[in-house]
């Protein structure tokens, strides 16, 4: 509730074509509805984006376009540990779904 | 000398009706949306006690069926029903609700909580028959009042104690305009009290210590108590041990969230060791805030709500016996201010930093007690499975520190970890519940070892961002690994060096004197 308050407000702030949301979600589900909740809206009605489609640009930290960003050291020190854990072909499989769906930018 | 872990217990208060009524996630859907089908449907989605008896995963929190058994039984387990369960378990009990309520009078202090005369004649001879219900317990449970008088109570801001959604008492609001004293503050106090209480019972019960050979309480729940000029003064800790009889304790709370129990746990085993306390008891009562948690999704998917219960523990630390468990507070593992927030540094500072102090690999540890959550619940709630996510990190590490193949992953995970049990009280899960089994399998040589760790959310008191977490090794009365033996090798070197040292200067003095 509190992160989707203040993704409105960094959005309102810099506008939505300058925001791009990072998530570290450990599953495809949940980074689905997150990714949903800052693209078309909170899909469970509970939050301050219930009903506001920011179109925001949303990528997992472990996705490709993100990890090329990132300098490979800090990469490794903070995130390789993760993507062992992680369901990589779920995750980027439910990201690139909402993106085309629902972003604006 | 190592401090030891001399015994634990655990227990259960089985309360439906505190579901609807007490649990935040049924009071602000009450506020927000009244008349929503979620508040409609979720009577009908409350377990009976004899349900709650026979589910596999609160067996095994109080000691009834071990994690091993558990993780036998095909999951999930809300379908599944034990054959045979027992209300007391090897560590403690799961307590009905309507006992619940004359407990929680016991616990009061201050005339505030009420009952209706007729439900306290039914329900007193049964608590009377408590094993560990003396006099000085059972005394302290009124005759009861009319139920006019409860009502006008309930009138001026006194919240409703439910039995089959129908009143049988009230918790009376402590002051007129201090809302830290509010009726709903009142009672989830008295709930996390009650529910220490008998956990402190089960305590003196489990490793039959005289009650006034205990020095210290430290209570690591995650309620505040105090006034409008102290809101979380405490002390939790002293008020449970005086019901307990712990006349010659003090007590103290810790608060660190999730954390607090292996925090309080590292605090417990370094008083006893440096000599402050020779018998210290963690304890914790449960929350009723967290009742029905993840109640709008196991409704939502037709399960039954499966945080109809609170949760409370207490584990006793003593001077070395030479027999049981000792704890190693001198290789703690610490979340710093400056590790990081994210998994990879969470993990490397909880479990590889503790390990490279030990000089041992992350293979050399038997078990690791995580966070363990019943992934019934977490699971049907979208949260996945909070112990297995735990393991696949913990190996993940291993496996980047060249100390596991990546295709023993699976195989990793398996034999260090275990499924997850606990019931989502927040603290409850942290760690704490492998402790009594940890004891047992230590001392069976089933393992050697063992590492609880405990983990925050800190950011939930918007106080800062930081995580937080601990963890401490148990392992077997008198065992060495790793640096344990070198620092020993090293101890004997020097006390050999010195010797030499003194016998060279003996001689040479004596050569000086001829």
């Known amino acids: 509730m509190e992160n989707q308050k203040r993704v409105k407000e960094f959005s309102e702030q810099f506008g939505p074509e300058n925001i791009v949301v990072i998530l570290g979600a450990a599953e495809g589900e949940a980074s689905g509805i997150a990714a949903e909740t800052v693209t078309a809206g909170d899909p469970t009605y509970a939050?301050?984006?219930?009903?506001?489609?920011?179109?925001?640009?949303?990528?997992?930290?472990?996705?490709?376009?993100?990890?090329?960003?990132?300098?490979?050291?800090?990469?490794d020190e903070q995130v390789s540990m993760m993507e062992m854990v992680l369901d990589l072909d779920e995750i980027s499989k439910e990201m690139t779904t909402i993106r085309e769906q629902y972003c604006k930018y | 000398m190592n401090s030891v872990l001399i015994g634990s217990a655990y227990v259960l208060a089985h309360v439906p009706d505190m579901v609807l009524h007490n649990g935040t996630t049924q009071t602000t859907e009450k506020i927000v949306n009244p008349d929503s089908e979620y508040l409609k449907k979720l009577p009908n989605h409350l377990r009976s006690y004899d349900d709650t008896l026979y589910y596999p995963p609160n067996q095994t929190y109080i000691g009834g069926i071990t994690p091993k058994e558990l993780g036998e039984i095909p999951s999930p387990w809300y379908n599944q029903k034990l054959d045979n369960a027992d209300r007391f378990g090897k560590f403690g009990e799961i307590i009905p609700q309507e006992e619940f309520?004359?407990?929680?009078?016991?616990?009061?202090?201050?005339?505030?909580?009420?009952?209706?005369?007729?439900?306290?004649?039914?329900?007193?001879?049964?608590?009377?028959?408590?094993?560990?219900?003396?006099?000085?317990?059972?005394?302290?449970?009124?005759?009861?009042?009319?139920?006019?008088?409860?009502?006008?109570?309930?009138?001026?801001?006194?919240?409703?104690?439910?039995?089959?959604?129908?009143?049988?008492?009230?918790?009376?609001?402590?002051?007129?305009?201090?809302v830290n004293l509010n009726a709903?503050?009142?009672?989830?106090?008295?709930?996390?009290?009650?529910?220490?209480?008998?956990?402190?019972?089960?305590?003196?019960?489990?490793?039959?210590?005289?009650?006034?050979?205990?020095?210290?309480?430290?209570?690591?729940?995650?309620?505040?108590?105090?006034?409008?000029?102290?809101?979380?003064?405490?002390?939790?800790?002293?008020?449970?041990?005086?019901?307990?009889?712990?006349?010659?304790?003090?007590?103290?709370?810790?608060?660190?969230?999730?954390?607090?129990?292996?925090?309080?746990?590292?605090?417990?085993?370094a008083l006893v060791k440096s000599g402050t306390y020779k018998n210290v008891v963690v304890a914790a009562g449960g929350s009723t805030a967290k009742l029905g948690m993840n109640g709008k999704d196991h409704v939502k998917k037709d399960l039954p709500v499966m945080e109809d219960v609170v949760g409370s523990f207490a584990v006793l630390i003593s001077e070395n016996d030479g027999i049981n468990p000792e704890i190693l507070s001198e290789y703690t593992g610490r979340h710093s201010v400056g590790s990081g927030s994210s998994p990879q540094a969470v993990i490397t500072a909880l479990v590889g930093d503790p390990l490279d102090k030990m000089a041992i690999k992350i293979t050399d540890v038997d078990k690791y007690s995580v966070e363990m959550q019943n992934p019934d619940i977490t699971k049907s709630a979208g949260a996945g499975d909070v112990p297995q996510a735990n393991y696949k990190m913990i190996g993940a590490l291993a496996v980047k520190r060249g100390e596991l193949e990546r295709t023993e992953l699976g195989n990793f995970i398996k034999k260090h970890g275990m499924v997850g049990w606990a019931p989502t009280q927040g603290h409850i899960p942290s760690g704490i519940p492998y402790l009594g089994f940890a004891q047992q399998d230590i001392m069976d040589g089933h393992i050697k070892n063992c590492l609880f760790i405990g983990k925050g959310s800190l950011f939930l008191g918007r106080m800062t961002n930081l995580f937080d977490g601990c963890s401490i090794m148990i392992q077997k009365n008198g065992a060495k690994q790793g640096s344990q033996v070198t620092k020993e090798e090293a101890a004997i070197s020097e006390s050999e060096i010195k010797a030499l040292i003194a016998e060279t200067m003996r001689e040479f003095a004596n050569s000086l004197l001829k």
């Open chain 1, 47 to 75: 939050g301050p984006l219930t009903g506001v489609s920011l179109g925001l640009k949303v990528y997992h930290i472990c996705e490709e376009e993100i990890k090329a960003e990132v300098d490979a050291g800090v990469y």
């Open chain 2, 101 to 178: 309520y004359l407990l929680m009078q016991a616990c009061d202090a201050f005339d505030l909580v009420m009952l209706e005369a007729e439900f306290v004649s039914k329900t007193k001879p049964q608590f009377e028959k408590h094993p560990l219900f003396d006099e000085s317990i059972t005394a302290r449970v009124k005759a009861g009042v009319e139920q006019a008088a409860i009502d006008a109570a309930l009138s001026n801001g006194a919240e409703g104690l439910y039995s089959n959604n129908q009143i049988v008492g009230c918790v009376k609001k402590a002051h007129d305009l201090d």
């Open chain 2, 184 to 269: 709903e503050v009142i009672l989830e106090n008295l709930v996390s009290k009650a529910s220490c209480v008998l956990s402190l019972l089960h305590l003196t019960k489990n490793t039959a210590i005289n009650k006034n050979e205990i020095d210290l309480v430290i209570d690591c729940s995650e309620e505040a108590c105090g006034d409008m000029n102290q809101r979380g003064g405490g002390n939790m800790a002293k008020a449970a041990a005086e019901i307990a009889g712990f006349t010659n304790a003090t007590g103290s709370d810790l608060r660190a969230f999730c954390a607090a129990p292996v925090h309080a746990l590292i605090h417990a085993a």
